[in-house]
């Protein structure tokens, strides 16, 4: 029934991001401008299902999220596969892959690819216990961004449960280092992520961005950042069966003397890394933290989020 899950939400406000082609319109529940019942638990109002192709199988799938009961998590299910087992969406279940982020069950027999826009989305609006059922092994890729979940969850609605938040509170640093990439996760009363992307290609520079993490900055100013791409490594990306479904509107081309298409943002990479880190550390749970990442990209992130699981 159209708009039935609104009858759950207490003093409905709608925020629209204009100032881009790509309109985005939440509605969620504030008071005094602040999200509504932060100390609990939430899930989705109803289920709701997305067809399109995956970025490296190139290969379509149907995503259908559904709500799910008081401490579920988040768990993935393989509706495709005997039995329809499932995958908890936990950093524990982590498989090493450097350009997406893969989970599967212990021996790897059941795997969910590229799962990290979709978790960033689901903890970047305060989602705690959904279940994703995917009738394929990757996740589609909308358009490239987060912006596709966020409709999704934003058309499901969001509902408030019983349960208190489990956060993973982190009070002490903690890093992970690689030469002169570096991600520390420093005591912080919410979530803040500063990342420095830093590039020798003259049009691309240095991009220093910081984001105060609500569902408001999620959303406007997270959300839309699409994945990147090197024109150069195209190619040998896609001889490794990599990135099959990548298009020009979906991916951040960087040619060798410009950007192939145009930005939603002018730091859009900078951007994208913090959606990245959002779903990546997200696999260790709701983290209060402030997250500073320096050229790192999603094995570091994997790192910290074991590390912050093991940790905390
Ligand atoms: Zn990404």
Not at 31 to 36: E, H, L
Not at 186 to 204: A, E, I, N, R
Not at 221 to 229: K, L, Y
Not at 241 to 247: H, K
Request: proline share 5%; charged share 25%; with cysteine.
């Amino acid at each position: 029934m159209p708009g039935s899950h609104k009858r759950s939400l207490a003093g409905l406000q709608r925020v629209t991001c204009s100032r881009r082609e790509h309109l985005i319109i939440v509605e969620y529940c504030t008071v005094m401008g602040r999200m509504p019942d932060t100390d609990r638990e939430h899930t989705i109002g109803r289920s709701v299902e997305y067809t399109g192709v995956s970025l490296h199988t190139g290969k379509s799938a149907r995503l259908r999220l559904v709500p799910a009961p008081e401490s579920t998590g988040i768990v993935f299910v393989r509706v495709d596969l005997p039995g329809s087992p499932e995958v908890r969406a936990t950093a524990a279940n982590i498989i090493e892959g450097d350009r997406a982020t893969t989970i599967g069950t212990g021996s790897g027999e059941v795997s969910v690819r590229t799962v990290e826009h979709l978790i960033a989305a689901i903890r970047g609006m305060s989602i705690d216990n959904i279940r994703c059922e995917l009738d394929a092994e990757e996740v589609p890729m909308g358009d490239g961004s987060a912006a596709t979940f966020v409709e999704m969850i934003n058309e499901a609605g969001i509902v408030p449960q019983g349960s208190p938040r489990q956060e993973v509170v982190i009070d002490r640093p903690v890093w992970v280092s690689d030469g002169p990439r570096h991600l520390i996760a420093l005591p912080y009363h919410g979530l803040k992520v500063t990342y420095v992307f830093d590039s020798d290609v003259p049009f691309v520079g240095v991009q220093h961005v910081e984001f105060e993490i609500s569902r408001d900055s999620f959303v406007c100013e997270i959300a839309p950042a699409r994945t990147v791409g090197f024109e150069e490594e195209i190619e040998a990306l896609q001889a490794r069966g990599l990135g099959l479904g990548g298009r020009a509107d979906t991916v951040v081309v960087v040619g060798r003397h410009g950007y192939l298409g145009t930005l939603r943002f002018p730091d859009e990479i900078a951007r994208h890394k913090v959606l990245d880190i959002i779903g990546d550390l997200g696999l260790a749970g709701p983290v209060r933290a402030h997250i500073v990442g320096i050229a790192s990209g999603h094995s570091m992130n994997h790192r910290l989020a074991r590390l912050i699981m093991g940790e905390c």
